[in-house]
């Protein structure tokens, strides 16, 4: 069985977490939130470190991870092909290609009404700045004209594979 590091890509307040956490529901995959880590730490460098540690614990026991993060740079998706590689995992980037003046809409929405963890405006700016989009053979992108369960058997009919449930993975 195919063991996958599905990982996302985009702005913060891109939609990343709703899709990771629908991605998580539907296939049993363990879900890994960078915001998540944000509790015990008020640095994203921490929340980072902890969240990776979780990551390659799930995939050393050969659980499929999804993991909600910015992946905002080259560098750091190499960095994720690169620890999929050592898990022989295989490797998936989601980018939701969500524009900068929407993403930004709903970070400051969740500033005045917080459901998550706030980033503030030189995080945003620094991330936005830096941001490198995904090569066009490196990701895929999420498909906003689907429902998220519609593109999630799009995306595992494109890898070539049955998408798997919670309900056949509880039958296994």
Known sequence: M???LIYTCGYPFSGKSTLARTIATETGFALVEIDAHMVSTDRWLDAYVAAYA????HL???RSVILDSVAHTRKNRARLQRIAAEYDATPVCIWLKVPI????RRRLVNQANPTRAHVPDEGFEWITRDFEP???VDHLTYRTDLPP???IDDL???L???RPSVRSLQRT
Do not use: V
Request: net charge negative; no cysteine; aromatic share 16%.
């Open 134 to 136: 995904p090569l066009e």
């Open 149 to 151: 369960f519609g593109w």
């Open 2 to 4: 195919t063991t996958w």
């Open 101 to 104: 003046d929407e993403a930004n």
């Open 156 to 158: 595992f009919d494109g």
């Open 160 to 162: 070539g594979m049955q």
């Open 60 to 62: 050393a026991a050969g």
């Open 54 to 57: 979780e990551m390659r614990a």
